[in-house]
């Protein structure tokens, strides 16, 4: 991809050299910004489900001031995408970063690597809340970048290798360590941050024995180390998708298939899931996740549950902030009526279904005077699944030498039920909130003090590793709430609730 350029634009432009050919970036007013950079091979026809590729060389300057295309992806389903932008742009080259920096002539600036979110199946760098210029502002390189998803990126096939993935983001935590220093960032000091699947990445990553030496320091947003698929309940969801296709469950026959029947036939698997969650059917570890391709603990890639791997040491010289919204499920239950509909049996139901004590309901009822059962089911969920294994991941590494910190975020959107929803926190730590201003989510009232706070934490965390907040220990667990009117540190903000999901999650 290279374009003739006028003298004018030659010499406003900022470019780099790198080893495979020079980069043609833009000025932006708080440094240049270069898109669609390639660091693995476009994944088509033999590459469709091997590991990425290296890049091939190219001739002249290639131009790097528009996004690359996403990778393959169904919509939000209704009425999650009013919620959520989920730009696609069509096109194969999509294993790619985005770079934003303050300066490509400086040395030494501290890296941070974004890994977005979307379930494994939705998601790019192409998000607008996702823009890095407030990084580069504040003198970090801001990198973000694209991974397989889906089936292409995820499913289990004995034929191919597992995890695509996060083999693409561990190709492209490589090629940040070999090209960073071009755009003025210092690969010995990158920190990995992400949100949901982008937060569960993270953590996956920093317990890999592969990814030792290519970060110093994790941020996990809203996902830990619990979400892996068993490999058993993985190869019964490829089996599914197998059915539904028509074909073989083999990765060369799944290639057979046009890309886009696949895509809507992935939509609909995972609509399946989520209507009959039979763990006969898909496997405990699958419904468990609510994800219908995720992560696979296959013994080669992901050898083990990464919690349970950090718990044991791994990443032990890396910090690690983690994590949560005070009322993620929130996000999930409300739009589609989920929280009104619940009632008193049906939650016992639910509740005893789970193995667990039914005393939990009245101590989260105490916990919020006047909740609805609806209330005390998103509660539920919003613990299980994200506050608490967020506490969990916290406390494995908490013995590390490598400091550990532990977050949660209050503000609450004006969006009737939601609270303090899922992904709320996105454009308060990118200092966004130009851009939210007036979405549904958001409104017209956002504080931009807020913004500078949570901002200003991420940034410290990426310059120094120390956020600006104590250290977490099992004893004191002090967490950071990030909120409006307040924010400040509060020791075991959830201490009445916590012996409840003792030897639970």
Known sequence: ?????????????????????????????????????????PPVGALRFREPAPVEPWQGVRDATDYSATAPKPPYAKPFDRLLDD????????????????DPDAAGLPVMVWIHGGAFRNGSNMVPWYDGAAFARDGVVLVSVNY????????????????????????????????????????????????????????????????????????????????????????????????????????????????????????????????????????????????????????TVIARRPVDAIADGAGADVALMTGTTAHEFRFFLQPVGLI????????????????????????????????????????????????????????????????????????????AGMGSCHALEIPFVFDGLAGAQGRPLYGDDLPQSLADAMHGAWVAFAKDLDPGWTAFDPDKRTTMVFGRPETGPVQDPHAALDPFWQGVV
């Open 148 to 299: 397989r998803l889906g089936v292409e990126g995820f499913a289990l096939f004995p034929d191919a290798p597992p995890n695509r993935g996060i083999l693409d983001q561990l190709a492209a935590l490589e090629w940040v360590r070999d090209n960073v220093s071009a755009f003025g960032g210092d690969p010995a000091r990158v920190t990995i941050f992400g949100e949901s699947a982008g937060g569960m990445s993270v953590t996956t990553l920093m317990s890999l024995p592969q990814a030792q030496g290519l970060f110093r320091g994790v941020i996990a947003q809203s996902g830990a180390g619990h979400t892996v698929a068993k490999a058993e309940d993985a190869r019964l969801v490829t089996g599914e998708l197998a059915a539904m296709l028509g074909v073989e469950p083999t990765a060369a026959a799944v290639a057979e298939v046009d890309r886009d029947h696949l895509v809507d036939t992935q939509a609909a698997l995972a609509m399946e899931l989520t209507r009959n969650p039979d763990p006969g059917r898909w496997g405990p570890s699958v419904v468990a996740s609510t994800m219908a391709f995720l992560p696979v603990q296959d013994g």
């Open 340 to 415: 009104d509909a619940m009632s008193a049996d049906g939650l016992r139901a639910w509740v005893t279904a789970r193995g667990w004590d039914p005393a939990i309901i009245d101590a989260y009822t105490a916990a919020v005077p006047g909740s609805s059962p609806g209330d005390v089911l998103a509660a539920l969920r919003t613990d299980s699944f994200f506050r608490v294994p967020a506490a969990r991941l916290a406390e494995a590494h908490s013995e590390a030498p490598a400091p550990t910190y532990l977050y949660e975020f209050t503000w609450e959107t004006p969006l």
């Open 1 to 41: 991809m290279t374009n003739e350029i006028t003298d004018q634009e030659a010499c406003m432009a900022p470019i780099v050299e790198l080893a495979q050919g020079a980069l043609r970036g833009k000025e932006i007013p708080e440094g240049a910004v270069f898109l669609g950079v390639p660091y693995a091979a």
């Open 87 to 102: 730009p696609v742009k069509k096109g194969d080259d999509y294993l790619t970063v985005n770079l934003w920096t303050p």
